[in-house]
């Protein structure tokens, strides 16, 4: 059958080997910390220094990061999709970007960051987002407001995520939806899986090992991103 709404969703196993670490490896750590303890509003409060400080490190490290054959094929995929192509991505590096900005693509597609992206910040007062290249001090003055200051433009857990209502109407009109490289352990994402299965789409997950919702897909394939991905891309 010839797919024509395409929904994929990836997570950080697709930039795992670009070199970008999980976040669930074996330790569930991070640079010695639980990202659910520093990914919070609470902690941002409580220490600014150390989540901007969690935050700069990770952004410096974009330098020293490429995409990997994974987001090349999706690029590739989305150069020449004639239907509508969503791609939603977890992650906050900008590997996904920095491959569609190396090969245009066709009309239809959308790339949507649903969890922020490190080379952003915001006004904690205004909400306004600019562009965030270099590190963040704690007390980063905003331009935006006189009492604001600047924080990751990242989505922190117990926070909302980004464009769900233009995701779910996504999803709820796909008629394949492909997750890449995620253990299906955060939510809203662990549930787009369901939304496209009451739309009627095709399911299919391509990751290293089953994730936590593996039974929910028609269609499980597991192996590295950068062998599984090509493939995948090239029999649509
Ligand atoms: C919200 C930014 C509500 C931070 C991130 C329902 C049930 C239970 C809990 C909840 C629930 N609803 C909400 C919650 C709470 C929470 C949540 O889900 N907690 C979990 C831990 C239980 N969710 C939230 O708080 C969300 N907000 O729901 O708000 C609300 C409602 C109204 C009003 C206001 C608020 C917000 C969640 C967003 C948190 N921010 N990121 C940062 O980056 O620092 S989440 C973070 O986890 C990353 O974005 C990451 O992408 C994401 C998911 O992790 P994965 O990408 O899947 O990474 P992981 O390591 O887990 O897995 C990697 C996979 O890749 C593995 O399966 C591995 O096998 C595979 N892999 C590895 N190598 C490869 C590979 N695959 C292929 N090839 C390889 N080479």
Redesign the pocket.
Known sequence: MAHQNLVIL?????S??SGVP????ADGL?MGHR??D??TPQAFARDPALVQD??NR?RRQLAEVQPNA?HRALAELAARWDGDLLLV????DDLHDRAHAANPAAPGFDLLHM??E?LKAHCTITGRVLDCPGDLAPDQPSPFHPRGTLRPH????????LHMDRIERALGACDLFVS???????????GFVQLARHAGARTVE????P?QGSRLFDERIH????E?VPVFCSSL
């Open positions: 990836t997570g950080s196993g697709i795992a080997e999980t976040f669930r490896a991070w990202v659910e520093v990914a969690f935050y990770r994974a991505t977890q992650n906050v969890h922020g490190l990242i989505v922190w857990f117990g926070e909302m995520p890449i490289g995620t253990s299906g352990a955060v939510w809203p994402a662990a391509l990751n290293l090992e994730s192996g590295p991103a950068t599984v």
